[in-house]
C-alpha cells in the first residue's frame, strides 16, 4: 500500500511541471523586436515575454501570442536597453556651446566688428551649453536605444547556439537567482 502511494506520488509530482521537449530551452526576455527579411515582429506589449527555443524554431509565448518562426528567418534581434538621453544630451550642449561662442564671439562693448574669443566668452559659452544639453537630453529620452544582434551572417548551424547565448544573457530569471 505504501509503495502504490509514493509511485502515484512520484508521478503526481512530474505531471504536475510544465512538459517541454528536452532540446527545449525557455527564456523569459524583456522587449524586443525580431526582424525577418521583410517584416518585424515587436514583442514590447509586455515588459516580459516568454520564448521557447528548440533547434530549430523559436516560438513565442503561446497563451499571450500567435508567433512561431524558424529560426533560420531570423536576420536580427532587437532588445531595447534605455533611451537616448546622454547622447541627446551632449549633442544639444555642443550646439548651444558653438552658437554662443560664434553670438558672445561676434558681439563687444566696444564697438569693433572683430572675432575675438577670451574667457568671458568661454565662461558665457559654457553656461549657454547646460539649457541646450538638457534640451537635447529631452529630446534624447524620446527615442529608445536598442541592442541589436545581427543573425544574418550566421551559419544555418550555429544559430541556435548563437540564439541560446543572447537569450542567456537577456534572460530576466536567470538574473533574478544570481
Excluded at 502504490?4 to 511541471?17: G, P, R, V
Excluded at 543573425?151 to 541560446?164: R, V
Amino acid at each position: 500500500m505504501f509503495k502504490n502511494s509514493f509511485f502515484c506520488l512520484i508521478i503526481a509530482l512530474f505531471c504536475a511541471a510544465e512538459v517541454f521537449a528536452q532540446a527545449d530551452s525557455v527564456f523569459i526576455l524583456p522587449g524586443l523586436d525580431i526582424h525577418e527579411k521583410k517584416k518585424i515582429y515587436s514583442f514590447e506589449k509586455y515588459e516580459y515575454n516568454k520564448f521557447i527555443l528548440n533547434d530549430s524554431v523559436l516560438t513565442a509565448d503561446p497563451v499571450l501570442y500567435n508567433y512561431r518562426i524558424n529560426i533560420n528567418d531570423i536576420n536580427k534581434i532587437s532588445f531595447r536597453n534605455g533611451t537616448h538621453f546622454w547622447s541627446g544630451a551632449a549633442v544639444g550642449a555642443g550646439i548651444g556651446f558653438l552658437c554662443s561662442i560664434l553670438f558672445w564671439g561676434n558681439f563687444t562693448m566696444h564697438g569693433t566688428k572683430e572675432f575675438s574669443i577670451n574667457t568671458s566668452v568661454i565662461g558665457a559659452s559654457i553656461i549657454t551649453a547646460i539649457p541646450f544639453g538638457l534640451i537635447g537630453g529631452l529630446f534624447g529620452l524620446l527615442s529608445p536605444k536598442y541592442d541589436d544582434y545581427d543573425m544574418s551572417k550566421i551559419s544555418k548551424e550555429n544559430k541556435y547556439k548563437h540564439l541560446k547565448n543572447v537569450f542567456r544573457e537577456k534572460n530576466v530569471e536567470e538574473k533574478k537567482i544570481k
